[in-house]
């Protein structure tokens, strides 16, 4: 199919204007160019079809039965072109679509889920597909809108907003603390039976952090119990299993039950590496560029320390 060149167009926008007003002057001044540019438009534009369009006179401009027939038909192409126009403004302005989202295991259930349906209440027109793993993705190649990382960025393709810090910290049961005693310093889980927690990207056992003397130190401790899910980790805490590491906006539902109690907080780390990600083509995504304000806040309410 031939395609339509940029004069034939320009000459089809000034057919229209001259026949709705009668006028090439109206519709030169209507379009904001000279008389004339409108007049060599439509000359080209005649020459092309092979029809006179108007018959001129030095009093009036008339449609031919030609260009009468004509004129219709270009009418209903502009208003199809002026729909696409409205459409792609719309797009470009209001949030709508499917905004796919990566996160890890709990960032997705202890943060991101419970915002979703207030987001989705203010933005109906945008689907949301919630997709949960510890396992690293390509987000380019998986098509993903926004993923949510904890750990150093690698992906220089991605653009990256830094969210709220949150607070690694130790906790117990208070069943197993009556029993076993509460640690006064980290030397003192020698002593304690703990849980550990092995990442499922890498196979590798997660290493305690301590604030010591102003300085963090990590240790990995012997434990009976190792899990690949924090909240089977903070769930075998819970249950008794003994102390283990839980970011503490995982571990704060537990708490405010009084299942699990937060221990050695005054050697608890402050952590700043979780960060959103998108890809350079959704930067002006209206949903992405929704979700990114609202994931911010929701972070900055989640992952305030139980110190404070």
């Known amino acids: 199919m031939e395609q339509i060149g940029l004069d ?8 229209a204007r001259a026949g709705s007003m009668g006028s090439y002057t109206a519709a030169a001044r209507s379009l904001s160019i000279s008389p004339s540019a409108v007049s060599k438009s439509i000359q080209r534009l005649e020459k092309h079809l092979g029809v006179s369009l108007f018959s001129r006179t030095t009093r009036s401009l008339k449609l031919t039965p030609e260009g ?24 470009r302005s209001e949030p709508s679509g499917t905004l796919r989202i990566a996160a890890s295991l709990p ?38 809108d926004i993923a ?31 029993t076993h005693g509460i640690p006064t310093h980290p030397d003192d889980l020698a002593k304690h039976k703990t849980v550990n927690l092995r990442y499922q990207s890498t196979g590798r056992m997660f290493r305690w952090p301590f604030q010591v003397n102003g300085q963090i130190s990590e240790i990995i401790p012997p434990s009976d119990l190792i899990v690949d899910a924090s909240d089977a980790l903070v769930a ?15 571990a704060a539902p537990y708490v405010a039950r009084g299942e699990l109690q937060p221990v050695l907080q005054d050697f608890a780390v402050k952590r700043q590496n979780i960060t959103a990600l ?27 320390p139980l110190s404070e």
């Not at 943060?111 to 390509?138: C, E, G, H, K, W």
């Not at 075998?236 to 995982?250: D, M, P, V, Y």
């Open 236 to 250: 075998a805490l819970a249950a008794g299993g003994g102390i283990g590491i839980s970011a503490t906006f995982i």
């Open 68 to 91: 009468s027939e004509l004129y219709d038909r270009t009418l209903k192409l502009l208003h199809d072109m002026e729909e696409i126009e409205q459409t792609a403004i719309k797009a």
């Open 278 to 304: 998108w890809p350079e083509s959704r930067r002006t995504n209206p949903a992405v560029r929704a979700f990114l304000p609202y994931l911010q806040k929701a972070f900055k309410a989640q992952m305030t």
């Open 107 to 144: 960032i997705g259930i202890h943060v991101i889920a419970p915002i979703l349906p207030s987001f989705n209440a203010l933005y109906p027109d945008v689907t949301i597909d919630l997709r949960m793993s510890d396992q690293i993705v390509d987000i380019i190649e998986q098509g993903i």
């Open 148 to 178: 949510i990382r904890i750990g150093e960025l690698e992906d220089s393709r991605l653009l990256s907003r830094p969210l709220a810090p949150h607070q690694l910290c130790a906790f117990a049961s208070p069943t197993y603390l009556q």
């Open 8 to 15: 034939r167009l320009t000459g089809l926008i000034a057919f």
